[in-house]
């Protein structure tokens, strides 16, 4: 699984038709998720989010703006296979950011960014969150109801952290945050514990949250994601980054863009 890798930014630190409220029968104990299974809470969600329409595409592309601190990190096109093995980005002035499932490379050799290995993982992860939440390596926790900043109702919510070694930050935790009526994952807590021990991390926990759903051919895509402080008791908080998605579209025959060229140097993983 290519976990999201949340480094320290520099000014950071559905339309979809409802379906019936599931029953949630809590977890007593932290379940481990192999690949392609899962538990109430992850496959409601996969349900809602339409998996199997969404997996069965070959690729999908996307341009997206991400701002923090009122400026422009990222301005780029991204494209990834379905499954998110491969990864593509490229940005305005041509220079290209890709994950060919082993290895991160940067072309052209000249071009300098130290955030690469970030953009390439964390853009890619947060728009396929809710495909990877049974990725094999993902523990979860009890399910509870919790809530979610200005929403009326209390959201379904459960805890996953990960198997030692899964991803680059194995150490990072999200609560996930499930729409109690539509089951779609409208939000997400995290910690960045990338550079530093976990408790350190906890001190400052920030959210995700996914809105202006649209449907793109049965499957529902949030077109603006928001970036929050956070509270266990509260939810989300005040909002201190966003990223705008636009011109969501499924593709195929991208076997040359994967590719990694003698143009190309790679970008090592994080000594840890």
Not at 12 to 30: H, I, M, N, Q
Not at 51 to 56: C, D, G, M, S, T
Not at 209 to 234: Q, S
Request: charged share 25%; hydrophobic share 40%; with cysteine.
């Amino acid at each position: 699984m290519n976990k999201i890798l949340i480094l320290a930014l520099p000014f950071l630190v559905f339309s979809c038709k409802e379906s019936p409220k599931a029953k949630e029968t809590p977890v007593t104990e932290p379940v481990v998720v192999e690949a392609q299974k899962g538990n109430l809470f992850t496959n409601t969600i996969e349900d809602a989010h339409k998996a199997p329409l969404f997996l069965k595409n070959e690729a999908v592309s996307f341009d997206l703006e991400v701002s923090f601190g009122g400026n422009t990190i990222l301005d780029a096109k991204l494209t990834q296979l379905t499954d998110g093995s491969k990864i593509c980005i490229v940005k305005k002035d041509g220079t290209k950011i890709i994950f060919d499932n082993k290895e991160v490379f940067l072309t052209p050799k000249e071009a300098e960014d130290p955030m690469a290995r970030f953009h390439i993982f964390t853009w890619s992860y947060f728009f396929s969150l809710p495909y990877k939440l049974n990725d094999k390596g993902t523990i979860w926790s009890e399910v509870a109801n919790k809530k979610w900043g200005d929403a009326k109702e209390l959201y379904t919510t459960s805890k996953l952290t990960f198997e030692k070694g899964t991803g680059d930050a194995p150490d990072d935790w999200y609560v996930i945050y499930k729409n109690p009526t539509t089951n779609v994952l409208e939000g997400a807590a995290y910690i960045v514990s990338f550079g530093k021990d976990v408790a350190e991390a906890e001190k400052e926990p920030h959210a995700i949250k996914y809105n202006n759903f649209i449907n793109l051919d049965g499957v529902p895509f949030a077109t603006n994601w928001t970036f929050h402080m956070w509270t266990d008791a509260e939810g989300y908080g005040a909002q201190i980054g966003e990223v705008k998605l636009n011109n969501i579209k499924f593709t195929k025959n991208l076997a040359t863009l994967f590719e990694k060229t003698t143009a190309a140097k790679i970008l090592e993983a994080p000594k840890m």
